[in-house]
């Protein structure tokens, strides 16, 4: 029986040495919990050496069991050691790693701002709102009735001509102009109305310096009982001194389908004058169109394109660098 005494007792020596030399040699807290499990857990190595106590005398078992929990308490401590010194350590690298100096140069963030499109349309809206207007919108796809039937477009106006507009392939058409969005205001809301309506149309010109085939407008509609042409030449007056600051304005007598009587606004701008957007009183046929009452009210509109304001006012000489998004040109506003 001795041999198997010495046996278990070189075993124990022999686990003692090689576990302590293990955990000597960890890096991490996971291999550390690897090597608990593989000589102190359950199925571990030493449970596996114990497992041969069966075949001791009894009067040997003391001796076997007091070096196996020597073996343990002395491998447990040496674990328990060992993962503090990891964990002090994993503490230590996260604070370094952590570390913020506030010493170094930040980063810089660019920062970005308005279109000069976006920010006249606001500046427009803006004046409006101020005259008690809402603002409202519609689509760009658009159907021939609001686009022009109901604007009062005869049949064979030019602009439905497949020159000018362009026409879906499922008949539709994209806007020409914000107008069609007076029409479906008005269908949806009733007298007095003040609405400001500013969106993106679509001609199909041929793109130069001063024409796109997409560009922006702003519509202006008021109806109510008792609006007269002086109310919009006023309205119109005080919008555009707002703009372009003290100056003078005349209206020209011209034609839209929509409007009767309708004018053309020149404002007078270093020395020229500058024709600057459309109007007129709403033509009755189309307060007839959405079910009001042309002998009740009347009223009044206007329509303009964005980017003709915006070149005049920032002097300009070419739309498309509006839509070429090169920062150095929009850099500067
Ligand atoms: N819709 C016209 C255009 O695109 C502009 C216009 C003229 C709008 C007169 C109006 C208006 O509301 O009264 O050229």
């Not at 230590?92 to 010493?103: G, H, M, S, W």
């Not at 004046?127 to 658009?142: C, D, K, Q, R």
């Not at 609001?146 to 539709?172: C, I, K, S, V, W």
């Not at 303009?304 to 929009?330: C, K, P, T, W």
């Amino acid at each position: 029986m001795a041999t198997v005494l010495n046996e278990l007792e070189s075993q124990l020596t022999h686990l003692r040495q090689e576990a302590q030399d293990a955990i000597a040699n960890t890096t991490t807290l996971e291999q550390l919990e690897q090597l608990r499990i593989k000589y102190l857990g359950k199925k571990g190595s030493l449970s596996q050496v114990l497992g041969g106590m069966g075949k001791l005398d009894a009067s040997d078992r003391p001796r076997i069991g007091a070096l196996a929990n020597e073996v343990k308490e002395v491998l447990q401590t040496a674990l328990d050691q060992k993962r503090e010194t990891l964990q002090a350590a994993q503490i230590e690298a996260q604070l370094a790693a952590e570390k913020i100096d506030v010493t170094m140069p930040g980063v810089y963030i660019p920062q970005g701002h308005t279109h000069p499109l976006t920010s006249t349309i606001e500046r427009v809206l803006d004046i409006f709102v101020g005259l008690g207007y809402t603002v409202a919108e519609g689509p760009e796809m658009e159907t021939d009735y609001y686009n022009f039937e109901a604007l009062n477009f005869l049949e064979d106006h030019p602009a439905r001509d497949m020159q000018d507009t362009l026409y879906l392939p499922d008949g539709n058409l994209l806007r020409t102009h914000t107008s069609s969005v007076q029409i479906r205001y008005m269908e949806n809301n009733d007298p007095p109305i003040r609405v400001a309506i500013p969106g993106r149309c679509y001609r199909r010109d041929t793109v130069d310096a001063t024409h796109s085939a997409v560009f922006h407008q702003v519509e202006i509609l008021a109806v109510d009982e008792g609006l007269t042409f002086t109310d919009l030449r006023g309205t119109l007056k005080v919008f555009l001194e707002e703009i372009f600051g003290d100056i003078q304005i005349r209206l020209r007598p011209s034609f839209f389908p929509f409007t009767e009587p309708s004018a053309e606004v020149d404002v007078m701008w270093r020395g020229r004058w500058l024709e600057v957007m459309g109007c007129g009183m709403v033509d009755p046929n189309v307060l007839k169109a959405v079910g009001y009452d042309p002998e009740i009210y009347t009223g009044f509109a206007a329509g303009f394109g964005v980017e003709r304001f915006a070149m005049v006012l920032h002097q300009m000489d070419d739309i498309r660098r509006l839509y070429n998004s090169d920062l150095r040109f929009l850099r500067q506003f």
